[in-house]
């Protein structure tokens, strides 16, 4: 579904209800074809075999180059920008997450551990090794291999060659402590002022200052330029991003905490209660209390 005054698009997928899972095999991206911003409540792996770009995730901007892999967890706004001379090939993978469930098998962390890490550090790109690389592989190949087929007891097959695919990412990332803030586009790309505000706007979304007019001062530049510039860099105008962030702000706090929604509306940043429910249901779909019923 498209959304009309917001130009983030709220990802569908088929048949989720049967098989919350969907696969997208060695795709090639141009920048005609790339979706808008968007996001969605299901995870996503990203496996990139050839070409270049740029990932917008969140609110930082990555190189895509052969061998990487993004990890994006549900409710995170993101963008490929495939180059036009070298579009980037890529696999990626979708699944909900409540196709994980956690098993009291002793353990500490769960499968989806490696996507905790990544929402907490703020760091969604990965390098594996070669050897690391070919394994993976290996496995995206056996899952659309399955996916394909569709014999007897497919959707299991799939499932085990996920979990084996998850718990391989968690014990890379068990392996590096310290993740780096991973490598956003090198520094004479994207404009020090966008990096800045982006980090800005993250750190204050519930603020009632978030405005072209304060942030382009913020940013020491004119507001015709600041809005030109933030809408080349993030696909969106400055207006559009700061509701999309909201609105995942508040998808997040009605899923994990208690708080009335007339609170989560003021820490937010929304003027009115009318107001937030209007533009909650605008890019979800649903209501703010539809929303945090089906997610309890």
């Known amino acids: 579904m498209v959304i009309t005054a917001v130009k983030a698009v709220q990802k569908r997928f088929e048949d989720p209800a049967k098989f919350p899972f969907s696969l997208v095999y060695q795709d090639t991206k141009s920048p005609q ?38 990890l994006i967890p549900g409710n995170t706004v993101h963008r490929a920008f495939p180059d036009e001379q070298c579009p980037v090939t890529s696999s990626a993978i979708f699944f909900a997450p409540q196709l994980i469930q956690p098993m009291e098998l002793g353990e500490s962390y769960s499968l ?52 084996d695919f998850l718990l391989r990412l968690n014990r890379m990332v068990l392996s590096d402590p310290e993740p780096e803030g991973h490598r956003r586009r090198d520094s004479s790309s994207e404009p020090a002022w966008v990096r800045s505000i982006l980090g800005y706007i993250e750190a204050n979304i519930g603020s009632d200052e978030l405005n ?29 991003y700061i509701l999309v962030k909201k609105i995942m702000l508040a ?36 209501t703010p209390s539809d929303y945090k019923r089906s997610h309890r």
């Open 251 to 286: 998808k997040e706090l009605l899923m994990d905490t208690e708080d009335t929604i007339s609170t989560i509306c003021v820490q937010c940043g929304f003027e009115s209660e009318s107001y937030f429910y209007k533009k909650f249901k605008l890019v979800t779909g649903m």
């Open 112 to 163: 989806l551990r490696c996507f905790e890490q990544v929402r907490k550090t703020k760091s969604y790109k990965m390098e594996p090794s070669s050897d690391q690389q070919a394994v993976l592989i290996q496995l995206i190949e056996a899952m659309k291999e399955e996916q394909n087929q569709q014999l007897p007891n497919y959707r299991v097959a799939i499932l085990i060659r996920l979990h």
């Open 33 to 70: 074809t790339e979706l808008p911003d968007h996001l969605h409540d299901w995870y996503e792996i990203v496996y990139v075999y050839a070409g270049t770009g740029t990932f917008f995730i969140n609110h930082t901007f990555y190189e895509m180059n052969p061998g990487a892999m993004f």
């Open 212 to 240: 072209l007019a304060a942030l382009s001062s913020k940013a020491a530049v004119t507001s015709s330029h600041f809005s030109r510039v933030f809408k080349q860099w993030t696909g969106m105008n400055v207006t559009e």
